[in-house]
């Protein structure tokens, strides 16, 4: 029974090893309350591309959830940039999106903005060993 469990146990876990399930936030003015999210999901290894998803928050007003291009499973950086308070700029690749908390909205840019940078980085959403995370531009020495 247990070679049994073994051998149908190996191509599971083998289907499973290329799904990803990673989240990674930017945490606006040091407030749990108020935040930008970038969410990776991929329910089964292999089929398709990995379902990306910007959640962005501003606790009590708001709270949205969007679904955005990830065309490959491959993670791509996505650099976030503020344009104003609560107005934010995310690049990956040739893609850009406008991002703002005061009612947690997201809209895709038909072309890239006019100006380049739109505003101040602030950091990147990235992988590092495996794992998703939003790495701060650092400041100063």
Same mark, same amino acid.
């Given at each position: *029974?247990?070679?049994?469990?073994?051998?149908?146990?190996?191509?599971?876990?083998?289907?499973?090893?290329?799904?990803?399930?990673?989240?990674? =936030?930017?945490?606006?003015?040091?407030?749990?309350?108020? =935040?930008?999210?970038?969410?990776? @999901?991929?329910?089964?290894?292999?089929?398709? +591309?990995?379902?990306?998803?910007?959640?962005? =928050?501003?606790? +009590?007003?708001?709270?949205?959830?969007?679904?955005?291009?990830?065309?490959?499973? @491959? *993670?791509?950086?996505?650099?976030?940039? @503020?344009?104003? $308070? *609560? #107005?934010?700029?995310?690049?990956?690749?040739?893609?850009?999106?406008?991002?703002?908390?005061?009612?947690?909205? #997201?809209?895709?840019?038909?072309? +890239?903005?006019?100006?380049?940078? $739109?505003?101040?980085?602030?950091? =990147?959403?990235?992988?590092?060993?495996?794992?998703?995370?939003?790495?701060?531009?650092?400041?100063? $020495?």
């Amino acid at each position: *029974m247990k070679k049994l469990l073994c051998l149908l146990a190996t191509p599971c876990a083998l289907l499973l090893a290329g799904c990803e399930n990673n989240a990674a =936030s930017y945490v606006i003015d040091n407030t749990k309350d108020h =935040s930008i999210a970038l969410v990776r @999901e991929q329910n089964l290894a292999w089929v398709g +591309p990995v379902e990306q998803r910007f959640v962005i =928050s501003r606790f +009590p007003e708001c709270q949205r959830r969007y679904t955005v291009d990830s065309a490959t499973t @491959e *993670m791509v950086k996505v650099d976030l940039y @503020e344009v104003r $308070p *609560m #107005l934010y700029a995310a690049q990956q690749g040739s893609t850009w999106y406008a991002l703002g908390t005061e009612e947690c909205q #997201l809209q895709k840019f038909k072309e +890239p903005p006019p100006v380049i940078p $739109p505003g101040r980085l602030i950091g =990147s959403f990235e992988k590092k060993d495996g794992q998703l995370v939003f790495t701060p531009l650092a400041v100063g $020495p």
